[in-house]
């Protein structure tokens, strides 16, 4: 016997649309992936041009958009920062990159 607050239930949950997919986070997605692609390329291009590879950590890039690294008096939180801010450039786009995979997914 179904009483009458499930079938007010039912019938708001048959009223429901289902959510669409977000073809937006899948593209952002791909537009991410190959920018972390590309800059190992480019340091690919780099190493077969001149015969050394040339590392290309976070805080060239911030430093190449016109910021500074943070700096701390504090000796540890420094070296997180330092540690932080010298991992490689394309990790930055790949992370963004799985967060748009995992929201594209949660749509699909």
């Known amino acids: 016997m179904v009483n009458l607050e499930d079938d007010e ?6 009223k429901l649309t289902p959510r669409k997919e977000d ?11 190959l920018l972390a692609l590309a800059i190992p390329a480019y340091q690919g291009l780099l190493w077969l041009q001149v015969g050394h590879w040339t590392p290309l950590p976070i805080s060239d890039g911030i430093q190449f ?7 701390t008096d504090w000796a540890g939180a ?12 394309w990790s930055i786009p790949a992370f963004m990159a799985f967060g748009c ?4 997914k949660e749509t699909i």
């Open 9 to 14: 239930v039912l019938r708001h949950l048959s």
């Open 23 to 33: 073809r937006g986070a899948f593209w952002m997605g791909v537009i991410f992936t």
């Open 65 to 71: 958009v016109g910021w500074h690294v943070p700096a």
């Open 78 to 89: 420094q070296k997180i920062i330092n540690w932080l801010f010298d991992l490689p450039l």
């Open 101 to 104: 995979f995992s929201a594209w």
